[in-house]
């Protein structure tokens, strides 16, 4: 069964920092580009952050850039992404998925995680 679960949410001030990971279990995420994307309260989802398959691909939403960092451990299995410099704007569940696709495209995205939740408050 594919499985993707995110882990390391939490409270944290702004200014602070985070580091998301997103874990694969039921297949090899090795081969698959996988994205970032994050809901607000009453927002849509948008796409925050994407890497290629490679790693020598990576996207970042405006509202990110120079903040946060994705990247990959293919050896582990796990998708990273790096929140520096959070802000209270950038509280929303964040959610990793996967279109099965090498290259990044977050219009194809077909498997998600559930999600983890980042609130960034004083």
């Known amino acids: 069964q594919v499985q993707l679960v995110e882990s390391g949410g939490g409270l944290v001030q702004p200014g602070g920092s985070l580091r998301l990971s997103c874990a694969a279990s039921?297949?090899?995420?090795?081969?698959?580009?996988i994205g970032w994307f994050r809901q607000a309260p009453g927002k849509e989802r948008e796409g925050v952050s994407c890497?290629?398959?490679?790693?020598?691909?990576?996207y970042y939403a405006d509202s990110v850039k120079g903040r946060f960092t994705i990247s990959r451990d293919n050896g582990k299995n796990t998708v990273y992404l790096q929140m520096n410099s959070l802000k209270p704007e950038d509280t929303a569940v964040y959610y990793c998925?996967?279109?099965?696709?090498?290259?990044?495209?977050?219009?194809?995205?077909?498997?998600w995680g559930k999600g983890t939740l980042v609130t960034v408050s004083p």
């Open positions: 998925a996967t279109a099965q696709l090498a290259i990044c495209n977050y219009g194809d995205m077909n498997y």
């Open positions: 890497i290629s398959s490679s790693g020598r691909n990576t």
């Open positions: 039921g297949f090899t995420l090795n081969y698959y580009a």
